[in-house]
């Protein structure tokens, strides 16, 4: 049995602004009952963007020539430690096969971890052909399925191939034959800038999250369009079950996608759709009335050349592709989003993350400083009650 492939914990939340329908006013008009928008001006943001470090850099390096690797079939040995092995496997335990114990056609890489203790070391000085027999446990805990946490099982694997895989050395004639630059360090330094500018841009994009939620924060929401809510939880629980359906030739059961997200039933799991979705809806409503008070408008243009941008992007022949896809709102109200975070950096204030750190800390100290004078203030006043009342008993004994 496998460790079960890091393929990603499924996240409900999309890219919410992009995923809205419905756009305009009559939009803005319907929302304008559940809310009363609150100070959206002068909002302060930061923008922290990461420095691209060594490592950063050699990451994307290896990651090149791990591309440029090629994969050869072995015949003449047996499995060494770093091959890749192709394998069919049928997992028991006390006898009986169990719920993703089993697979054929599977590569895997020796020494790579990616199965339990002991499969891939046991397969290490088998040929091809060969039958092994694992008798193996699995961990315990064991948190992707816990029913197996601890327990002993048997595999029979047979090996289908061997194959190594042999990684190209970064020279100045690689990069010449692979890219557009003509030695490492020009390639290096394209691979700097580009580095930096997906810092600066995730920089952006949180500083527009930022900036957004204090939005909503300061704004006041009484309700929502039931109707609503109920249609787009309803979505969003189709959609859960379809990819949890999908998880299955990884290995995990509805249950175990379930738990990957935090749920202990699907009760709960409904729970946490609603809530994500009335998140969602604060953010829709906040969007359309602010876009109706600042008078915010998308024109035909603008959505279709956010269209083409896309079509260019990931070469779709057809805007009926597109629309058919996406629907026919989502690439207005894209615009609008970008429209109206546009206004807000516009309106807001840009604050260095050093100033920010620093008032942050003045704050703190002057939350100090208060609380260190009450604590004192507190002090003076017990002692001097305390005093008091000690002269008032000595007082009463002279007496």
């Known amino acids: 049995m496998m460790k079960k492939q890091k393929v990603g914990a499924i996240v409900l939340a999309g890219v919410m602004m992009l995923g809205m329908t419905g756009c305009g006013n009559s939009k803005a008009k319907a929302y304008s009952k559940y809310v009363t928008l609150g100070d959206y001006k002068g909002i302060e943001y930061t923008e922290t963007v990461a420095d691209v470090t060594e490592d950063d850099i050699q990451q994307k390096l290896d ?12 015949t003449d040995r047996a499995v060494k430690d770093g091959d890749i092995v192709n394998i069919d496997y049928v997992g028991t335990m006390d006898g009986k096969e169990f719920d993703g114990g089993s697979a054929t056609g599977q590569d895997l890489t020796i020494g790579s971890k990616s199965f339990i203790d002991g499969f891939e070391t046991g397969l290490i000085g088998h040929n091809i052909g060969d039958e ?52 490492i360090d020009a390639y290096k330094e394209s691979v700097k800038e580009d580095l930096e500018k997906s810092n600066k841009a995730s920089a952006e994009k949180q500083a527009e999250s930022d900036i957004f939620d204090k939005v909503v924060a300061n704004c006041k929401i ?22 949890a359906k999908n998880y ?7 249950e175990d996608v379930l738990s990957m997200n935090g749920y202990d039933s699907e009760d709960a799991l409904k729970t946490g759709i609603t809530e994500y979705v009335k998140k969602y809806l604060d953010q829709k409503m906040v969007l359309y009335c602010l876009a109706a008070k600042e008078g915010i408008k998308v024109s035909s243009e603008e959505t279709d050349k956010k269209v083409q941008e ?11 592709e597109v629309y058919d896809y996406f629907g026919d709102d ?28 620093s008032e942050d800390a003045q704050a703190d100290g002057k939350d100090t400083t208060e609380a260190a004078t009450e604590e004192k203030k507190a002090d003076s006043e017990d002692t001097t009650t305390e005093a008091a009342t000690e002269d008032t008993e000595a007082t009463t004994e002279a007496e």
């Open 222 to 243: 009484t309700g929502y369009d039931e109707d609503e809510v109920k249609q787009l939880v309803d979505e969003e629980f189709t959609n859960f079950k379809n990819t």
């Open 248 to 254: 299955e030739s990884y290995g995990y059961s509805y």
């Open 310 to 320: 896309y079509m260019d992007t990931y070469n779709v022949k057809t805007k009926d």
């Open 63 to 74: 990651s090149f020539v791990d591309g440029l690797a090629e994969t050869n079939e072995i």
């Open 330 to 357: 989502y690439f207005e109200v894209a615009v609008l989003s970008e429209k109206v975070m546009d206004f807000l950096k516009e309106n807001g204030k840009l604050v260095d993350s050093t100033e920010a750190d």
């Open 132 to 183: 092994v027999s694992l008798d193996l446990k699995f961990p315990d805990p064991y948190p992707n399925n816990t029913d197996l946490a601890g327990k002993d099982v048997n595999f029979k694997v047979t090996i289908n191939k061997i194959s190594v895989k042999t990684t190209p050395e970064l020279t100045d004639q690689l990069v010449k034959d692979n890219t557009d630059y003509d030695t």
